[in-house]
């Protein structure tokens, strides 16, 4: 069965931090790896994905993951984060022949002004 | 607003009591995933629908149920309540007509806060 592992569920940084959040998943075969942001009293939204080509992809507010098939991770990154980056992160795995979307547990980022 | 719309935003109710849950998903997706998440936990997948029929179910409760309707609609209903069964419950569409099911975005609702007391 697929899993999804995030490491830190709670992180607080200062503004212009650098930030990595990490996800590992656990499926052998091939697969599309989600970001989700949830900002304080809003809806889940999409940060950036992978469905193949370029491992190193960008999403939207300078967000990037780097998906890394030898160690099955997908982490997330910002070299500086602000404040209104404060939320909950989710990391998302779906297998490419598959139609169930697993989450990990998430990520709560407190970014402090 | 993303389209996808839930009902009601909050409940209140008792244990042993049933609920029902509402979705109408972004308009033209034909996918609705239904989600839990309790509370220092993720998002637990729990059923999601294509087109009317069941296509993939998680660790979805014997006493929780759902079905998508004609119009796309889907309600997940919720019976003989537990305490631990408060909790926030996401609806997710996908799929928009003409899309290969493959590779697929969610757009969530704002969700359905459910407390049983």
């Known amino acids: 069965a697929q899993s999804v592992s995030q490491h830190n569920h709670h992180v607080i940084l200062s503004e212009a931090a650098s930030l990595e959040l990490g996800c590992n998943y656990s499926y052998g075969g091939t697969v599309n790896l989600f970001w989700y942001v949830q900002y304080p009293g809003q809806h889940l939204q999409l940060l950036l994905k992978?469905?193949?080509?370029?491992?190193l992809v960008k999403g939207i507010k300078g967000f990037e993951a780097e998906f890394i098939k030898s160690k099955f991770s997908f982490n997330l990154r910002k070299p500086s984060v602000q404040w209104s980056d404060t939320a909950e992160y989710f990391c998302?795995?779906?297998?490419?022949?598959?139609?169930?979307?697993?989450f990990g547990a998430g990520t709560r980022l407190f970014v402090k002004a | 607003d993303s389209g996808v719309t839930q009902t009601p935003k909050h409940l209140i109710t008792a244990t042993g009591q049933r609920v029902t849950l509402r979705c109408s998903p972004r308009s033209g997706d034909l996918s609705v995933y239904w989600y839990q998440q309790s509370l220092d936990q993720g998002l637990q997948f729990l059923i999601q629908y294509y087109n009317g029929e069941e296509r993939a179910k998680g660790n979805i409760l014997e006493r929780f149920s759902a079905q998508q309707f004609p119009d796309l609609h889907s309600e997940l209903n919720l019976s003989s309540l537990e305490l631990g069964d408060s909790a926030l419950y996401f609806c997710?569409?996908?799929?928009?007509?003409?899309?290969?099911?493959?590779?697929?975005?969610?757009?969530f609702g704002a969700g359905s806060r459910l407390t049983v007391l």
């Open positions: 992978y469905f193949s080509g370029d491992p």
């Open positions: 997710a569409s996908s799929v928009a007509r003409g899309q290969s099911s493959g590779a697929n975005v969610l757009t």
């Open positions: 998302a795995v779906k297998s490419t022949g598959g139609f169930k979307t697993i």
